[in-house]
């Protein structure tokens, strides 16, 4: 991934593409477009407090991850609310964000506000592939365990084999050596 953040400072009233993250579940994180409304610098990275314009999921996720998270919305402290959502119904993706934005405001950290949805797409990706390899690490963890006994239990050749078999073509299409990427698994 580039770091598009270097020498970068958005001011208020900016359009950006942002990943909103909640230390309740540091896993979930949700990409979206904002207009920043306030700025206050912490010790190293400005902080942006931002107003949501369009999230780039689709209903059932985040009914299922964003309104049950606490979020930071304020600068003075570092407590973490949930959104607050009106009674009106919504149907849409695009009438779910206009309920947020007229409500809330989140604060996100600089180093994951970007000026392009394809900056964003990048920074969603190289976030998400982290994700996902810790969660293969501990998943080839449990499987390959020795005193394990099931239909669970593989070696750690089996769970390369079966890995390959099911992702090559994809590591292959975005020029990843999926060998490497396996044994990567295998260190911490």
Not at 15 to 20: G, P
């Amino acid at each position: 991934m580039k770091y598009y953040n270097a020498d970068v400072s958005y001011e208020i009233g900016d359009n950006v593409y942002c990943i909103l993250t909640t230390h309740s579940n540091p896993n979930i994180i949700i990409p979206i477009k904002a207009k920043i409304t306030d700025v206050q610098w912490d010790a190293v990275n400005p902080l942006y407090k931002i107003r949501v314009t369009k999230f780039f999921e689709n209903l059932q996720y985040l009914e299922e991850n964003f309104i049950n998270s606490g979020y930071r919305t304020s600068f003075e402290s570092a407590k973490i609310k949930r959104p607050v959502m009106s009674t009106v119904v919504y149907k849409t993706v695009e009438e779910f964000t206009a309920i947020i934005n007229k409500d809330n405001e989140f604060v996100v950290d600089g180093t994951l506000c970007v000026r392009t949805q394809e900056q964003l797409s990048e920074l969603f990706e190289t976030i998400e592939f982290y994700i996902i390899s810790t969660y293969l690490r501990d998943l080839k963890s449990h499987v390959t365990r020795s005193f394990l006994d099931g239909p669970f239990k593989m070696t750690k050749l089996d769970f390369n084999n079966k890995f390959k078999e099911c992702m090559e073509s994809k590591f292959t299409e975005y020029k990843t050596n999926i060998n490497k990427y396996l044994q990567s698994l295998d260190n911490k």
